[in-house]
Nanobody, 125 residues
Framework: QVQLVESGGGLVQAGGSLRLSCAAS????????MGWFRQAPGKEREFVGV????????YYADSVKGRFTISRDNVKNTVHLQMNSLKPEDTAVYYC??????????????????WGQGTQVTVSS
């Protein structure tokens, strides 16, 4: 059974940076895609970015492209989301998710079978 635990959220001013981490336990991490999603108050959860099992491929939502970067460490079973130039509209609960492969680009939530509990990111103006 896969367990995902996010950390690194918090309060930051607009223009600042945060680095989220997701620690995975269980098997198959190094052969899994890892995604980040977010859900703002009153809105549906949305895709942020995804990284392939090897780390060679990444894909980002247009809203974060050029500001956010996903990386992974298959030895430590962790994935990171580096968020720079944060905006108030980035305020949300951020979730990491693990899946086998993406069926479409951007990946659907249904491509991911395991989810973390989420970490709050608040960007003040």
């Amino acid at each position: 059974q896969v367990q995902l635990v996010e950390s690194g959220g918090g309060l930051v001013q607009a223009g600042g940076s945060l680095r989220l981490s997701c620690a995975a336990s269980g098997r198959n991490f190094s052969s899994s895609i890892m995604g980040w999603f977010r859900q703002a108050p009153g809105k549906e959860r949305e895709f942020v970015g995804v990284i392939s099992w090897s780390g060679a491929s990444t894909y980002y939502a247009d809203s974060v492209k050029g500001r956010f970067t996903i990386s992974r460490d298959n030895v430590k079973n962790t994935v990171h989301l580096q968020m720079n130039s944060l905006k108030p509209e980035d305020t949300a609960v951020y979730y990491c998710a693990q899946g086998r492969r993406w069926s479409v680009i951007p990946p659907s939530e249904t491509d991911f079978g395991s989810w973390g509990q989420g970490t709050q990111v608040t960007v003040s103006s």
